[in-house]
């Protein structure tokens, strides 16, 4: 039987946080976004995205500024990834990827 965690072990298990996942697939989709607009897309509290995007912030994946808004907001907080969480980001789709090819051609 084959070692699937070993396929994963280079890749940073913060990233694979259901939540934090899905905030950076959709930074990495869509680019930078405003948290209101982050928030709704994903359906999160604002608690579970403060939380998450903390915790992406430390690790140096994703970056935070104000900027215009639209509406009745004159400054929002924005938010965007760093190369280095574009690159981790990238890292863990191709390690997924390859996971993925090598449970499937044990079930063919």
Same mark, same amino acid.
């Given at each position: 039987?084959?070692? +699937?965690?070993?396929? #994963? ?8 946080? =259901?939540? @934090?996942?899905?905030?950076?697939? #959709?930074? +990495?989709?869509?680019? =930078? ?6 928030? @709704? ?19 140096? +994946? ?9 509406? =009745? ?15 981790? +980001? ?19």
């Amino acid at each position: 039987m084959e070692n +699937y965690a070993g396929l #994963l072990k280079e890749v940073d298990g913060d990233l694979l946080n =259901p939540k @934090r996942f899905m905030i950076v697939t #959709l930074l +990495y989709a869509l680019g =930078p976004m405003s948290l209101r607009e982050l928030r @709704r897309a994903l359906g999160l509290t604002w608690g579970d995205l403060d939380s998450n995007v903390r915790r992406l912030a430390e690790k140096g +994946y994703v970056k935070l500024w104000r900027g215009l808004g639209s509406g =009745p907001r004159v400054l929002e907080v924005k938010i965007g990834l760093t190369e280095l969480g574009e690159a981790e +980001y990238e890292k863990l789709v191709a390690k997924l990827r390859k996971l993925l090819e090598s449970v499937e051609k044990k079930r063919a």
